[in-house]
């Protein structure tokens, strides 16, 4: 089960993606360009400790992860992490 995003720590950005593909952080929708410039930040700080987490329930199709995990591979974020909400939300 994946944790509380709000949990979020400055090393760690954590990213739910909902069953339609929209994505959103902390609770706030965003959409793909925005995200990419906060992983961009994110690794800019720290390269070697920055985190991906993406969240989801068991419905969200690979096609809507795929561009998230393009984006972080582009930039060079090496560590992802995946976790599946409880209840489906």
């Known amino acids: ?3 509380d995003e709000r949990k ?3 090393g ?3 990213v739910t993606v909902a069953r339609d593909g929209q994505l959103s952080v902390s609770g706030r929708a965003i959409d793909l360009e925005e995200l990419r410039g906060m992983l ?8 070697d400790q920055f985190e991906v987490r993406i969240r989801g329930d ?7 992860i795929e561009p998230l995990m393009l984006a972080c591979a ?3 974020i ?6 599946v909400l409880p209840g489906g939300e």
């Open 8 to 10: 979020d720590s400055s």
């Open 74 to 76: 582009k930039i060079g």
């Open 40 to 47: 961009f930040d994110g690794h800019a700080k720290d390269a």
């Open 1 to 3: 089960e994946g944790e």
């Open 12 to 14: 760690r950005l954590i």
């Open 78 to 83: 090496t560590q992802l992490k995946f976790g």
């Open 58 to 64: 068991r419905e969200v199709p690979y096609e809507k």
